[in-house]
């Protein structure tokens, strides 16, 4: 399908920067890691170097009543912990966004895993910094609360996404695809009993390995539906602006072209699969060619060199990775 088809009358301007894309060499993606890549001093060295992310940080502690600087950069039990860790990490990706848009660089499309999504919001131009601290730290309570008794994840490795899902479909329980995060490797999530079940006869099917993830909770399933129904609430307060640049939704992989549909599927996200490979697969079809992980760690970039060798992916999560990034652009 092409972009045009995409865009409906009243969403034109983002129609028309699409296009004016075509003709240049290189199309850049933004993209925002999730939960999991948290560490003690992450985004530290940009809150020293620029005052643009000295605020992203004091944003975030006026959003939530936290201060965010002192759990980001200090030794703390509670970085890891799913209420705080979620605006932990968006404090860092977003000092990285702010420091990357200070050098004059901007991306053709966005999107993020999971938590990462509310970056990609905002660096679309869709919701405020702090009303995506706001959102961001009250999904973290929501769904540290909503964690049931008897929930579990784990990973498969080397098997066909289909037949993943039909083992899981066959499987007694709740149990269902989590992330869909590249070739060769898909989560699954729901009761324990289900996941270790489907696990068992998912190796009988000849998946290489599972393996238990070290998690607090069945993540992205069914069972974290009525966490995703509470952030209405506080999703319901905040006023939503047209892009500036198109996103990519985890519910879908495709493209959300009207801001009327993005609460919604920020809803459905906290129990709907994320299909990480499908929407980088959708990006590359449509010529982009640079993908820029925002963030701690390299994720997302190992997933890419297992989606496709073709693009250019580079990961910032310190300056020396932006002084390497900037001379590379």
Known sequence: MAWQSLFSNRNFDIQRKWTGEIGKMSKTAFVFPGQGAQYVGMGKDFYEAFPECREVFETASEASGLDIAKLCFEENE???QTEYTQICMLAAEMAVLRAVERKGIRSSVNAGLSLGEYGALVASGAMGLKDAFKVVRRR????????????AMAAVLAMDAAKIEEVCGQTEGIVSVANYNCPGQIVITGEEDAVDAACEALKAAGAKRTIRLNVSGPFHSQMLSEAGEKLMEVLAEVEL????TPYITNVTAGYVTSTDG????????????????????RMIADGVDTFIEMGPGKTLSGFMRKISRDVKMMNIENMADFEKVMAAL
């Open 241 to 244: 602006t047209a892009f500036d």
């Open 140 to 151: 973290g309570i929501l769904m540290q609360e909503a964690v049931p008794a008897g929930g």
């Open 262 to 281: 993005i609460k919604e599927l920020l809803c459905r996200q906290v129990s709907s699969s994320v299909r990480w490979q499908q929407s980088m697969e």
């Open 78 to 80: 509670q970085i890891n």
